[in-house]
């Protein structure tokens, strides 16, 4: 069975510096892996999608990358802003299965 | 993506009650949705898979008698939470696969309590 963690569940950095989020999943068999925002009551934002064949992603200040053989990402996110607080997740898709595995999420907060 | 409509986006009722959440695919025709619950500080859960014309699939440990998934169009699914009770107050949150779950948009969520 898949399991994903995400370390740490909470941190909180003064703005402007740079952060990594961790994401690790047990099973390697993967399809794909999605980093995910989601602010307090609302629904995800998917940020950052990498096919299992690709080694990273970037989208603006945010660049995720993936190590499927020792099941790792990370997310890195470059000049942080306030408007970058919020809960990040990631999730996997597993090889043959339609179904998303979520981590456990990271709770990110950004001191102005 | 797909735009994905949920409503409502908040409900509150009493227990024992019934309640039904919708789940639109605005601009796409999904064959297949994705229904999810998160409780407090958690993560998302998958509830069940909802297939059109057809019945939906329960993951282990959901009650398929107690959460009815409707998905009678290609833009329609609904989630009906039956005979509802504290415990199953939560946030409700739907999704919508293009060609399979590969690139998945999820609805704004819904969330109910029970009192």
């Known amino acids: 069975k898949q399991e994903v963690t995400q370390i740490p569940a909470a941190l909180s950095v003064p703005e402007g510096e740079n952060l990594v989020l961790n994401c690790s999943f047990t099973d390697s068999a993967i399809y794909n892996l999605q980093w995910f925002r989601q602010d307090p009551g609302k629904g995800l934002t998917s940020l950052l999608l990498i096919q299992s064949s690709q080694r990273e992603q970037t989208s603006g200040r945010l660049n995720a990358s993936l190590d499927k053989s020792s099941g790792r990402s990370t997310l890195y996110i470059a000049a942080s802003q306030p408007g970058d607080s919020a809960t990040y997740l990631c999730a996997v898709l597993r090889l043959g299965n339609e179904k998303l595995t979520f981590g456990t999420g990271t709770r990110l907060t950004i001191i102005p | ?115």
């Open chain 2, 1 to 115: 993506g797909a735009v994905v409509s949920q409503h409502p986006s908040w409900v509150i009722c009493k227990s024992g009650t019934s309640v039904k959440i919708e789940c639109r695919s605005l601009d796409f025709q999904a064959t297949t949705m994705f229904w999810y619950r998160q409780f407090p500080k958690q993560s998302l859960m998958l509830m069940a898979t909802s297939n059109e014309g057809s019945k939906a699939t329960y993951e282990q440990g959901v009650e398929k008698d107690k959460f009815l998934i409707n998905h009678a169009s290609l833009t329609l699914s609904t989630l009906t939470v039956t005979s509802a009770h504290p415990e199953d107050s939560s946030f409700y949150i739907c999704s919508v696969g293009r060609g399979g779950a590969n690139v998945l948009t999820f609805g704004a969520g819904s969330r109910l309590t029970v009192l």
